[in-house]
């Protein structure tokens, strides 16, 4: 099946360093990847989609200038946290979209990265 | 590996039914689970959520029924309405909640007025 993968799978940094999350689709192309910040137990926050070619939409509440999205080939998307606080640490999950030839979706899940800023 | 499984990939159900979303998962550290609900062109939505401790937990219309022993899940929503048609997303994490989501692929609930 469709795989999303990860990297780095978790990342410790310092507090004011840059931090760059890889998100590609193994055994497809995608167009459009979201990209996803988790919160403890249940809430999954969308943060952007990215989508190929163009720049990423980002959701309300979000600095485009802190979390830059660049979607430079159609299987890889990556999320750079730039200057990095503590209050960054979190999980971050990014998913893709795959169409099939009945033009319907399937939103395809990465395995998250987990991200500590000291 | 897929460690969390939606076998089915859609599901139509008349207006007024009971809608059944099924889950599998591998992964026998999980022990929370939660079900999300996506619209088209919307993030994932939370919707439920259980803990291994308990085998059934409910809100409203939606009940989640957990089996340990055959590591399954299931959505159970009665009864079904239009605005439930949506993509149904199964979720597992470890330590209670406090790792790493691992999401299904979804299953697309069509429901039929």
């Known amino acids: 099946g469709a795989v999303v993968s990860q990297h780095p799978s978790r990342v410790i940094c310092k507090s004011g360093t840059s931090v760059k999350i890889e998100c590609r689709s193994l055994d497809f192309q995608a167009t459009t990847m979201f990209w996803y910040r988790q919160f403890p137990k249940q809430s999954l926050m969308l943060m952007a989609t990215s989508n190929e070619g163009s720049k990423a939409t980002y959701e309300q509440g979000v600095e485009k200038d802190k979390f830059l999205i660049n979607h430079a080939s159609l299987t890889l998307s990556t999320l750079t946290v730039t200057s990095a606080h503590p209050e960054d640490s979190s999980f971050y999950i990014c998913?893709?979209?795959?169409?099939?030839?009945?033009?319907?979706?399937?939103?395809?899940f990465g395995p998250g990265t987990r991200l500590l800023v000291l | 590996d897929q460690q969390v499984k939606q076998n089915s990939p859609s599901l139509s159900v008349q207006e007024g039914r009971i809608s059944i979303l099924n889950c599998d998962y591998t992964n026998s550290m999980f022990d929370y689970f939660l079900w999300y609900k996506k619209y088209p062109a919307e993030g994932p939505t939370f919707l439920i959520s259980i803990s291994s401790i308990k085998d059934k937990n409910e809100d409203g219309r939606f009940t989640v029924f957990l089996n340990k022993s055959a590591k399954h899940l299931s959505l159970h929503i009665v009864p079904s309405q239009p605005g439930d048609s949506a993509v149904y997303f199964c979720a597992a994490s470890a330590n209670f909640g406090n790792e790493k989501l691992t999401f299904g692929t979804g299953t697309r609930l069509t429901i039929i007025p």
């Open positions: 998913s893709a979209i795959r169409w099939d030839t009945r033009f319907q979706e399937t939103q395809y």
